[in-house]
C-alpha cells in the first residue's frame, strides 16, 4: 500500500507502532508472558475464546494418529475400489482375453456390452 506524503504510517489504523502497547494488549488478555511460547502453550493464548468447528476439524485432523486412520481408510476404500474393477473385468469378453485395460477402457467396453446384451434380448 502506497502513501501519500502528507499520510503517515501512524494514520493507518491496522497499525500500532508501540511495541509496550501491544504487550500490554497482549498480557492483559492473558496471551504473553516473559518467556516465549511453543507448541501447546501458544494455543493456549487462544483457548480463552471457543474454537470455530472448522478449527475444531483442522486441529482434530492434524494428528498423526488421525492421519495414520485415514491413510489406513483409504488403501482399504482404493483397494476395495480395485477388486471391483478387476470382478468387472472378469465379466467383459475381450481378445486377447488376458489384455490389460484401464479403468476408463473397463467402464467403457461394459457400457457396449451391456448395450449389446440388451439388444440381443429385444430381438
Not at 492473558?30 to 475444531?56: I, T, V, Y
Not at 481408510?73 to 465379466?91: G, M, S, T
Amino acid at each position: 500500500m502506497m502513501l501519500s506524503p502528507d499520510q503517515s504510517e501512524t494514520d493507518l489504523s491496522w497499525t500500532q507502532s508501540d511495541p509496550e502497547a501491544i504487550l500490554n494488549g497482549l498480557k492483559a488478555a492473558g496471551c504473553a508472558s516473559d518467556e516465549p511460547a511453543e507448541g501447546e502453550d501458544r494455543a493456549k493464548c487462544k483457548a480463552d475464546q471457543p474454537l470455530s468447528r472448522e478449527e475444531k476439524r483442522r486441529r482434530r485432523r492434524a494428528t498423526a494418529k488421525y492421519r495414520s486412520a485415514h491413510a489406513t481408510r483409504e488403501r482399504i476404500r482404493v483397494e476395495a475400489f480395485n477388486v471391483a474393477f478387476a470382478e468387472l473385468r472378469k465379466l467383459l469378453p475381450t481378445l486377447p482375453p488376458d489384455k490389460k485395460l484401464s479403468k476408463i477402457e473397463i467402464l467403457r467396453l461394459a457400457i457396449c456390452y451391456i448395450s449389446y446384451l440388451n439388444h440381443v434380448l429385444d430381438v
